[in-house]
């Protein structure tokens, strides 16, 4: 089991194009949260599914955004019609709902929008 | 709705002293907290859970304490060397239904 893996690491898009993040979270967890970070902040939510059901929606994510886990596995998360505001670090987490349920990170998907 | 703050922002020290971090949260009824690593332009390392119900919960030469009551945990760091040099996040849980709420860390520098 080699973690939370993220695809792809970094992405370079111009401003108006649409950019799709996968993510495969720990095998057997069912939990995946996807959070979102900019310079010198704090990560913050953004979405999370236990299995395939889409559980919680952050304001933050408008209707650019969508995020989909269509077999309780891996998830993808797509945003339309980039904007500059949108370049942060877009980062993946799974945990195994239950009393200890840590939440362990991916390495990010760094985005930047020109 | 939960506020983190993390206290110092910035943090430089020589090889081989304790420290301490301070995490502050305003709703006092969190269901757990978390301590983060995180280095630069890398994901978040999970250092420590600390369930409501606990005081403390130790890793090593880390040790993170959990006041409710007043809404503070503390992450001591016994021995610093140089590879702890990292920002270290505090998120507290406020349901198990509910996502993190992360701080924006302290950047800490170990000198050798």
């Known amino acids: 089991d080699t973690g939370v893996s993220q695809d792809p690491r970094h992405k370079i898009t111009k401003r108006g194009q649409n950019v799709t993040f996968r993510c495969d979270p720990i095998?057997?967890?069912?939990?995946l949260y996807w959070y979102r970070q900019t310079l010198g902040q704090g990560p913050e939510f953004l979405t999370y599914?236990?299995?395939?059901?889409?559980?919680?929606k952050s304001r933050l994510l408008s209707d650019r955004f969508s995020a989909e886990r269509p077999k309780g596995s891996f998830s993808t998360l797509e945003i339309q019609r980039t904007e500059q505001g949108d370049s942060a670090m877009y980062l993946c987490?799974?945990?195994?709902?239950?009393?200890?349920?840590?939440?362990?990170f991916g390495p990010g998907t760094r985005l930047l929008v020109l | 709705k939960q506020e983190v703050t993390q206290i110092p922002a910035a943090l430089s020290v020589p090889e081989g002293e304790n420290l301490v971090l301070n995490c502050s949260f305003t709703?006092?009824?969190?269901?757990?907290l978390q301590w983060f690593r995180q280095d630069p332009g890398k994901g978040l390392t999970s250092l420590l859970l600390?369930?409501?119900?606990?005081r403390e919960q130790t890793s090593g030469r880390l040790n993170a304490s959990l006041d409710k009551s007043s809404g503070r945990s503390t992450l001591y760091i016994a021995a610093s060397q140089p590879g702890d040099s990292a920002t270290y996040l505090c998120?507290?849980?406020?349901?198990?239904?509910?996502?993190?709420?992360f701080g924006k860390g302290t950047r800490l520098s170990v000198i050798a």
């Open positions: 987490a799974s945990s195994i709902w239950g009393l200890q349920e840590t939440q362990y």
């Open positions: 095998s057997e967890h069912n939990r």
């Open positions: 600390i369930q409501s119900s606990q």
């Open positions: 709703d006092s009824a969190i269901y757990n």
């Open positions: 998120a507290p849980r406020n349901s198990g239904n509910t996502p993190l709420v």
């Open positions: 599914f236990q299995n395939e059901a889409q559980l919680e």
